[in-house]
């Protein structure tokens, strides 16, 4: 077994769990009291890349940001961003893993 891999799945299903608790559970509905859902999910999503601390891919976190706190919002609770947020993070891992594996070092 791949220490990697299996450290990483295991990032997939817990770290998401607290990222949709704190960014579209907490932080998207108190705001959203004071401020409207638009503003609200600016705000979260703009915090929700900025803690990722990687200026390269701030457009995807806050992109992502934006459509799961919209998807949270439609459908009145945080399982739907939980569930996109942890098959995001499969994939990007899987992607990541194969890369490495697979790709030829240079």
Known sequence: RDPLWSRGLGDVYKRQFYEEIIFRGIILSSTEKQLGFK?????????FGIVHFNLGLFIFYFSFGLIT??????????????????????FALLSIYML???????
Do not use: D, E, S
């Open 100 to 106: 490495t594996r697979y790709l030829p070092t240079f």
């Open 69 to 90: 706190g919209y998807a949270v919002k439609r459908t009145n609770g945080l399982l739907t961003g939980i569930v996109f947020h942890a098959v995001n993070n499969f």
């Open 39 to 47: 503003w609200a999910n600016v705000i979260q999503a703009a915090l």
